[in-house]
């Protein structure tokens, strides 16, 4: 039987595809992302208490060259044999190298209730391939298009985005405060993740349906890249995970994340980095397919590869 929480995005696209009433005001969807986000973050920082050392430098260093890696590698795939523009591509190898929150909180409440063992790192990994891939497909743009622009403001932009300060603050508070001083909101943020991460996949299904009634037949390339890219994508994160040799539950994580593509940071950032993008295919395509695809078949599938034909 299906996670529960999953259950509700089925719902949600069901209701979605039969044009039901069911609506999420945009105040009810932020708050939501709010605290998910914040929470993944406390959860992680309460994690890394007490963990965190130098060790872990090289690591996470590695992470972060992933994030660079996947829009460099995804760019000419774009450009060269799925057709788009250099702005379009640069901007789906942008959502592409960045990560999903809501595909990580859906893994982590997956790997949590099966048990599996995981680094107190392994929240980092959100944002240290989040802002680099960003960066790097605004980079290509401008690389390939031949325009210039401030670089302080990108840099500005890739920081200061609602997802970076949520995810990197909620680190810094788990981290600091540890168990006992994050004892009492820990009821909302930990004791309520799962409820909140279900309400919240109830507005994705409801939105992944809006984007999968609104293709194209001329846009079947993208469907294909869409469908494709993530599973080649977390092999790369599969490597990396067993290079490293890191516990099963963050293995299987980091396969995810790999594997997934933004919907919440990225399209902010590249809608004022590259104007010229068209936000909505990158939202079809990572939201409409790719967000589906890893939620209902990919986790598993890529708990039963590190668990059962690895044996982690």
Not at 213 to 241: C, E, I, Y
Request: hydrophobic letters at 55%; one cysteine or more.
């Amino acid at each position: 039987m299906i996670d529960i929480a999953i259950a509700l995005f089925a719902l949600g696209v069901a209701a979605g595809l039969i044009r039901s009433d069911i609506a999420l005001s945009k105040g009810t969807y932020d708050t939501l992302s709010i605290l998910l986000m914040f929470a993944i973050g406390l959860k992680g920082g309460v994690a890394l208490h007490g963990n965190l050392g130098w060790q872990l430098v090289p690591e996470l260093l590695m992470v972060s060259a992933l994030g660079v890696a996947i829009p460099l590698v995804c760019y000419p795939v774009l450009r060269k044999l799925v057709g788009l523009g250099v702005a379009n591509s640069a901007s789906v190898a942008a959502h592409y190298g960045s990560v999903s929150a809501g595909t990580f909180a859906v893994a982590l409440a997956y790997v949590e209730s099966r048990g599996l063992p995981m680094s107190p790192q392994t929240t980092l990994y959100l944002v240290l391939l989040e802002m680099p891939a960003i960066i790097t497909g605004i980079f290509l743009f401008r690389r390939f298009s031949g325009t210039g622009g401030d670089w302080g403001a990108l840099w500005k932009e890739a920081f200061t985005s609602r997802g970076v300060v949520l995810l990197v603050g909620g680190v810094i508070i788990g981290f600091v405060y540890g168990p006992k001083g994050t004892e009492p909101i820990a009821p909302l943020f930990v004791g309520l993740f799962k409820a909140l991460l279900a309400l919240f996949l109830l507005e994705m299904g409801l939105t992944t349906a809006k984007f999968m009634t609104a293709w194209r037949k001329d846009q079947w390339r993208l469907v294909m890249f869409a469908l494709l890219a993530p599973p080649v994508l977390a092999a790369s994160g599969l490597a990396l995970a067993l290079t490293l040799g890191l516990p099963a539950g963050t293995v299987v994580l980091l396969t995810v994340l790999a594997g997934s593509a933004s919907y919440i940071a990225a399209p902010a950032a590249i809608r004022h980095a590259i104007p010229e993008a068209d936000i909505g295919m990158a939202m079809f395509a990572s939201l409409g397919l790719t967000f589906p695809l890893n939620v209902l078949i990919g986790i598993p599938v890529y708990h039963w590869l590190v668990t059962q034909g690895l044996g982690l």
